[in-house]
């Protein structure tokens, strides 16, 4: 299908309108709860060449840390002990965006429109790019290129070296999901109901792929096939070719998780308040775990542990071959943020505004770190460095306070 690339004015006015609207109702009823989509009201649900899963220490570079989606980075390594700001950059709205790092640059969204890209070392804006809307979605930089999609419906790839726009694909809603960069191809969902595949090197449109509801979950993919969640409350399997469906899973909430595949299983959490293991190859469950609350937090894996947050305030480690609860531990609010493993460190936000880097092997607390607003940005881990944004609008960089000289 070859869609119109232009949203018309009347559109964009509306957009605005109702997002400004919507963000207005949704603050002044945090209290109430969740929202259909499981995130907190206020806060919106929170990739060319293959890219490896197992990349540099000094790079991470899309949402989850690869096309799998795994948050797992084997030769990074962020501080285990206690850490300070080695810098912090100050947007002009709350962050909700997760870092990408890749050749030394922080590319990060902020809700006040601007994806940014700021020098990893020393926090220094190197350039902002402003789109017509709020940036939720998180960047994925591949082959000197940033994917990024923003609320004023559209898909952007940008220079990663100055910011300059190489094209745009405008789809017909928001777009909060994460791109992921695979062979090529941009993978990303809209809340249009829409998965879909553009070109990598022009944004052409390769196929798309209507689900019943909003896709803010960000695509993986593994073995030629995508896997996304639906807030019609479905895990999709997709032909990463062509787009046909391979199969589904019925959760019994909105899947706005993002899947993780590792192994020829896929990991993803429901508002139902479930975390599912799925067959890859034919989408069979091979187990699933009940929190106490809506699980948004997409799972990370490693070393044969799923590590994942929930509504109900907890950060649950469990077994990946059979879901046995390992260890939990208890922060002081939702745990919409994903977990990011590294170094046998698990490093997750918290809706109390803290950053927690907890045991992976335990559970135990090695450090805290207090912002002044929600944490559901999911932190990214390079350069010994934890990279991740608050709702209080700023952008943190932390490290051990040896290296800082503290």
């Known amino acids: 299908m070859d869609r119109d690339r232009t949203?018309?004015?009347?559109r964009r006015k509306l957009m605005r309108g109702a997002l400004a609207a919507g963000v207005a109702g949704a603050v002044a009823g945090r209290a109430a709860g969740a929202d259909e989509s499981g995130y907190p009201e206020g806060t919106p649900p929170v990739r060319g060449r293959p890219v490896d899963d197992s990349r540099a220490a000094d790079s991470w570079p899309m949402r989850g840390a690869g096309p799998k989606n795994t948050g797992h980075a084997p030769s990074a390594a962020g501080p285990a002990g206690d850490v300070s700001a080695l810098w912090t950059f100050e947007t002009g709205d709350w962050v909700a965006s997760s870092p990408a790092v890749a050749d030394g640059t922080v590319y990060v969204g902020s809700a006040d429109g601007n994806v940014y890209a700021l020098d990893a070392a020393g926090g220094g804006d190197r350039w902002s790019f402003e789109t017509?809307?709020?940036?939720?979605?998180s960047p994925a930089v591949a082959d000197g290129t940033v994917y990024v999609g923003s609320y004023d419906g559209t898909v952007y790839a940008l220079d990663a070296t100055d910011?300059?726009?190489?094209?745009?694909?405008?789809?017909?809603?928001?777009?909060e999901s994460s791109p992921t960069v695979s062979a090529d191809a941009v993978y990303v969902g809209s809340d249009d109901g829409?998965?879909?595949?553009?070109?990598?090197?022009?944004?052409?449109e390769?196929?798309?792929f209507e689900t019943g509801d909003r896709v803010v979950s960000s695509p993986a993919v593994a073995d030629a096939t995508v896997y996304v969640g639906s807030n019609d409350g479905t895990v999709?399997?997709?032909?990463?070719?062509?787009?046909?469906?391979?199969?589904?899973?019925?959760?019994d909430g909105a899947v706005s998780s993002s899947p993780a595949v590792v192994d020829g299983t896929v990991y993803v959490g429901s508002t139902d308040t479930s975390v599912y293991a799925l067959d890859a190859v034919a989408g069979g469950e091979r187990w699933s775990f009940e929190t106490g609350g809506?699980?948004?937090s997409s799972p990370a894996i490693a070393d044969g542990t799923v590590y994942v947050g929930s509504d109900d305030g907890t950060v649950y480690a469990l077994d990946a071959a059979d879901g046995d609860e390992r260890w939990t531990f208890e922060t002081g609010d939702r745990v919409v943020s994903s977990p990011a493993v590294a170094a046998n460190t698990v490093y997750v936000g918290s809706n109390d505004e803290t950053v927690y880097a907890l045991d992976a092997g335990g559970g135990d607390e090695r450090w805290t770190f207090d912002t002044d607003g929600?944490?559901?940005?999911?932190?990214?881990?390079?350069n010994g460095t934890v990279y991740v944004g608050s709702n209080d609008g700023t952008v943190y960089a932390l490290i051990s306070t040896d290296a800082d000289g503290g």
């Open 7 to 10: 949203l018309d004015t009347t």
């Open 294 to 296: 809506a699980v948004t």
């Open 236 to 251: 999709y399997a997709l032909d990463a070719a062509g787009g046909d469906e391979r199969w589904t899973f019925e959760a």
């Open 132 to 137: 017509d809307g709020e940036v939720i979605s």
């Open 206 to 208: 390769r196929w798309t």
């Open 374 to 382: 929600w944490v559901v940005s999911s932190p990214a881990v390079a």
């Open 163 to 175: 910011g300059a726009e190489r094209w745009s694909f405008t789809t017909i809603d928001w777009v």
């Open 194 to 204: 829409t998965v879909y595949a553009l070109d990598a090197a022009d944004g052409d």
